[in-house]
């Protein structure tokens, strides 16, 4: 039976070789966010980061928690922070980002989205970062609440009503843009759910 995240930062700290498996476990979900946000090209070598910075701070993980991935993706974000501000790019980013929405492997944008994300992208870039992150972390990467909390070190209403807000924001401009225009997965119509 496998040990729970837990179980194996708290046996890294005597045996460091042990921590290679929360690398295993979970490189996948910290690469993904990591490429989300400033693209596939940059993403390793910020995951890469995240599990040395994980690596030399395990001594401070909170056992009580037995899943490490909002400890994880708390220290991505950081990292992604970092990297954008030193770049200078953070609301550039979060758009092209968009366009890699399902497909971080690749350095292709998936064309036939394009139009579709456009509105979207510019409303989701200019969403306060405390709304942001919320819903990044709740869409992009299915956490909980409880664990967005965790993962940005904030109560769970905190959580709550951020997302309520964005949530609010984005549904007002899809409004503003359906009245310019009608996109294709704006409307119901031929959903099934009509």
Known sequence: MARDDAAVIAGSIDEPVAF???FERHFGLVYRYCARRIGPEAAED???EVFCRAFEHRHRYDTSRPDAAP???GIARNVVADHLRASGRRTDAYARAALFQGRPETNEPDRG???ELAL???EVRLLPPAELEPLLLFA???LSYADIAIALAIPVGTVRSRLNRARRRLRRALQRGDRRRTAPWATTEGSGDG
Do not use: S
Request: proline residues 0%; negative net charge; glycine residues 6%.
């Open 20 to 22: 290679a498996a929360i």
């Open 113 to 115: 989205r394009q139009d």
């Open 120 to 122: 979207v992208a510019e």
């Open 140 to 142: 992009w990467e299915e």
């Open 71 to 73: 400890w994880l993706l």
């Open 46 to 48: 910020a995951a890469g």
